[in-house]
């Protein structure tokens, strides 16, 4: 067990370092560049003050040798200034990521907690009512588009009944506790519209799996209680394949939250994402990609271990099978 | 005998490494065949025996090169096939083609009857378009199925129907050899003796060699013209067929028999039906690995594996006690 | 396991009408069908439907900006005084063919990966699992919203054709299949690998068959069933890519209609004229939620479980 994790997390480091390069290249693409702004806001320089500022910056050099350099600098903890917050990005990224992580907290406890007695109810009762309502609600949430929903909340919940704030974490002048979760409503209903309906259908599909099985079955047929076999016996099972989806699912709830916090100007870590590639922050936005990146990874690794450790049967040393 | 047989077995052995156990222990290996040898001339049948897990399938998909010898050979009219470079490979694999058990398994769902048999043809470019189907015709007539079939797919058939469309893809490219893997076990017992007198016709007529592999000592009893018995994936006896029914050797031979009668042989022989279980490939018995369950098991047989020795009478056996030899053979033992 | 027991060849016999049952079962999938179709026959049919109007989806008019809904106008005017009606129907266009081009592409690289993982195994196989493993636990959305603003001069594209609005579209199919293969190539590499081991492929490989018709011939063919539900579902999904990415503005460009981009400016509609903020978003949940609806119904009615194999 220990070697396949050092192995994984070996393999991680790889992906993340590929990955850096990969950002670090793509960034160079886009529109701009670091000597185009300082013009742009400096009309008295001239191409030859720009050639010699690239220079400076060693924005001439190769691609490769650019991005070492800036790997070398990384490794030693120095990621360089956020251009738009004018300060080291390591400095910026902890308020953003504690908004964060209450957001997306929040919202994954709430679906959590809808999800599993819905999926279970639903799976019990499986071509009843409930269940198809269920699953069209389910199908609903996984489908609406989350810039759209959020659009809809304001419209209904800020503009035509105005009830709740449209945007940001508190009102100006600071409004306590109240006031702060008031700001959170919105955000919190988009995101956890999307992650209830994919957590449940896959509770619902895991349990409705291990109802079919024989031992389940058996209980059933011997006489327990059926509310105990299906709450208790079902549904830890059901558990190791949903564990390991809401596991995967992080990068998509990040996904989720980058539009939401941008849709309700929520200072969190996906909005400073967009905000950071939109506002040719270079440096900023290669540290955020990257982290996120490695949060992903981190959810895999972790989901991958946690089904080794509740599921016996699973072996993670690769056999090799009969081949042609 | 004219030289180089049409197919020459040597030393070939094949293991399976068993998946890893969690996280990363290797559980072992099936030893699932070893040392395997024989001979096999043209237009003639030997047949392969033994229960199942025995190795006979994976002897007969060993040689037709679907799996990698982990030792030894297979040589084809004289050259190994492993050796040869891909397209000459797959020149020689025209003249050697298989049957497998499973007449539901061994067709494509996807294609039709006439796209299945006319494969080969595809595969080894052989003929026009036009040239190709009438070849699929004549052979689907070959085999008793109407030409007009070709236009359906498998599941339209029934299972005797779907094995003779496996016999016609083996033949449609006209091989010298068939390797027929249990081509009956999946089959009806009436449609059984169908398949085989439509094997043993075709094999009267254009002179194939079949290794046939099989369980049923009856089926080899029609067909064979040598047996080979194998068990835990071992070669224990090989002897023309007559030899082998009048005076089994190999203790185990007598005790196949035994469990099994053959019609028109007699009634069992006096023996005892193989006692206890068959040992585990994985973790084979030292010695003989017929020992444990062998009544004629002697001290030795513990300790030592017997080598296959020719006994003077034309039987081959890897037993340190044999049963007697017959007293007397009839004259011209094989056919 | 051998052979069937003979009521399974009877059932595999009506495996095509025992297809269209389950699948007629589906009311929702039925009913989504019948919606995409109608919504597809409404897109292609968007010049008509202005020629019936006499409007044109991309005239602006100041004059007309905001106007209520009327008889040349069903659905009303946006801010630029454009059509509503017209701009929704030629925004399905867009919004269907990307997610119909952008799903196929990425079922295409998907199965060619899959098939080949799964087919040679080993070394390959690790490879590119690996491959697929790391563009899973990449960050999606910033990743696409990274791609899609790439400048597409500085990799040597000419100025004209990177600002051109028919090349966001194409750039739209590329970007989004390029990060959208992995479910795809995850679902055909483990069908390769069971039926890789079934007595057909091994009997073409004894006959001499050679890795590509092997795969093409016998593995493909059985594997389509998978493949075609991945691809439906994510239809729905590149969909949702595709209207995040033009809503942000770094999709599909002006003046193309597409049913993202048409929202672009909604933060600022939200409190003069909601209604524009609705139709579009309306239109894109409504295909997105009939792709899945399909996507599940195709997959029960496709189920190996309950059709004998």
């Known amino acids: ?324 | 005998m004219n030289g180089t047989p049409l197919l020459r077995v040597e030393g070939l052995t094949r293991h399976f490494p068993l998946g890893h156990g969690l996280f990363g222990r290797r559980a072992g290996r099936v030893h699932a065949l070893t040392e395997l040898s024989f001979t096999l001339a043209t237009g003639r049948t030997l047949a392969l025996v033994g229960e199942s897990g025995c190795g006979k399938t994976t002897a007969a998909r060993a040689i037709a090169g679907l799996y990698r010898p982990d030792a030894g050979r297979v040589l084809f009219k004289g050259s190994d096939l492993a050796g040869l470079p891909r397209r000459a490979r797959k020149d020689a694999r025209r003249a050697m083609q298989m049957v497998f058990q499973d007449p539901f398994g061994s067709l494509n769902p996807r294609l039709t009857v006439g796209a299945i048999v006319g494969e080969p043809l595809v595969i080894h470019r052989v003929g026009t378009r036009a040239e190709r189907r009438a070849r699929v015709d004549d052979v689907m007539r070959g085999v008793g199925l109407d030409p007009r079939d070709g236009q359906r797919y498998p599941h339209e058939f029934s299972g005797g129907q779907r094995q003779r469309i496996a016999i016609a893809r083996a033949l449609v490219i006209e091989p010298d050899l068939i390797i027929a893997d249990e081509p009956l076990s999946a089959l009806d017992v009436s449609i059984q003796s169908q398949v085989l007198n439509l094997m043993k016709d075709l094999q009267e007529a254009r002179g194939l060699a079949f290794l046939f592999i099989t369980h049923d000592l009856a089926v080899v009893d029609t067909f064979a013209d040598e047996v080979a018995v194998m068990y835990l994936g071992r070669l224990v006896e090989l002897a023309p067929r007559d030899r082998l029914f009048a005076a089994p050797r190999h203790p185990y031979t007598r005790t196949l028999m035994a469990a099994v009668p053959v019609p028109g042989r007699g009634k069992r022989a006096p023996g005892s039906i193989p006692a206890g279980e068959v040992p585990s490939p994985i973790t084979p018995p030292p010695g003989c690995p017929f020992h444990p369950r062998c009544p004629r098991a002697l001290p030795v047989c513990r300790a030592e594996m017997p080598e296959l020795e020719d006994d003077g009478g034309g039987s081959f056996v890897a037993c340190h006690n044999p049963e007697p030899p017959p007293a007397f053979m009839p004259a011209g033992n094989i056919r | 396991m051998t052979a069937l027991p003979p009521a399974l060849i009877h059932v595999r016999r009506g495996m095509v009408t025992l297809f269209a049952r389950r699948f007629l079962d589906h009311r929702l999938a039925v009913a989504s069908a019948v919606v995409l179709a109608l919504l597809a026959l409404l897109a292609v049919a968007a010049p008509v439907a202005e020629w019936a109007l006499g409007v044109d989806a991309n005239a602006v008019s100041l004059a007309a900006r905001f106007l209520p809904p009327s008889a040349t106008h069903p659905l009303g005017t946006d801010e630029l005084g454009r059509d509503l009606l017209a701009r929704l129907l030629y925004g399905g266009r867009v919004s269907l063919i990307v997610g119909l081009a952008a799903a196929l592409a990425s079922a295409v690289i998907g199965t060619v990966i899959g098939l080949a993982a799964g087919y040679y195994g080993g070394k390959l196989d690790i490879v590119l699992m690996r491959l697929t493993d790391g563009v899973i636990a990449l960050p999606l959305l910033p990743l696409l919203i990274v791609l899609a603003a790439v400048d597409l001069t500085k990799i040597g594209l000419p100025e004209a054709l990177a600002r051109d609005a028919d090349v966001s579209l194409y750039r739209m199919v590329a970007i989004i299949a390029l990060v959208s293969w992995t479910t795809v190539a995850r679902l055909v590499r483990g069908a390769t690998l069971s039926v890789r081991e079934r007595e057909f492929v091994l009997a073409a490989t004894a006959c001499g068959a050679g890795p590509l018709r092997i795969m093409t011939v016998h593995i493909l063919p059985n594997v389509v069933s998978p493949i075609i539900v991945a691809t439906t579902l994510s239809v729905g999904n590149v969909i949702l890519l595709e209207s995040v990415l033009s809503f942000l503005g770094l999709g599909i460009q002006p003046p193309i209609a597409s049913w993202g981009n048409m929202l672009t400016g909604a933060q600022e509609l939200i409190w003069s004229a909601p209604e524009l903020v609705f139709w579009p978003g309306a239109l894109i949940f409504l295909t997105v939620i009939a792709f899945n609806f399909l996507g599940d119904g195709l997959q029960d009615a496709l189920d190996p479980r309950a059709i004998a194999r």
């Open chain 1, 1 to 324: 067990m220990t070697r396949y994790i050092i192995q994984r997390l070996g393999e991680s480091a790889v992906v993340i370092a590929l990955m850096s390069f990969l950002i670090y290249a793509l960034i160079g693409l886009m529109p701009g560049d670091p000597i185009d702004l300082m013009i742009s806001s400096d009309p008295r320089l001239t191409p030859a003050d720009a050639a010699r500022l690239r220079a400076v910056y060693g924005l001439d050099r190769p691609l490769l040798e650019r991005y070492l350099s800036w790997a070398v600098a990384a490794l030693g903890g120095d990621f360089g200034n956020s251009r738009l917050h004018v300060r080291p990005v390591l400095d910026v990224m902890p308020t953003f990521l504690l908004n964060t992580v209450k957001l997306m907290g929040l919202s994954f406890v709430i679906s959590v907690t809808v999800a599993i007695p819905a999926g279970v109810y639903a799976a019990a009762r499986q071509n009843s009512r409930f269940d198809h309502i269920v699953n069209l609600l389910c199908f609903a949430g996984i489908s609406v588009p989350v810039f759209w929903l959020a659009l809809m909340l304001i419209i209904v919940f800020s503009v035509m009944i105005p009830i709740l704030p449209a945007s940001g974490v508190g009102s100006i002048g600071g409004g306590g506790v109240w006031d702060a979760v008031r700001h959170l409503v919105l955000p919190v209903t988009t995101l956890t519209i999307f992650s209830i309906g994919s957590y449940t259908r896959f509770v619902r599909a895991a349990m409705i799996e291990v109802l079919r099985q024989d031992y389940i079955r058996t209980a059933l047929a011997k006489g327990a209680g059926r509310a105990r076999v299906i709450w208790v016996h079902a549904l830890r099972n059901a558990m190791i394949p949903v564990v390991t989806v809401v596991a995967l699912s992080f990068g998509t709830l990040l996904s989720g939250a980058l539009i939401t916090e941008t849709m309700f100007a929520y200072p969190g870590m996906g909005k400073l994402i967009y905000d950071s590639i939109m506002g040719n922050d270079y440096n900023m936005a290669l540290v955020t990609l990257l982290f996120a990146t490695a949060v992903t990874l981190a959810a895999n690794l972790l989901a991958d271990i946690a089904y080794a450790w509740l599921d016996p049967r699973i072996s993670y040393g690769g056999s090799e099978g009969v081949r042609p």
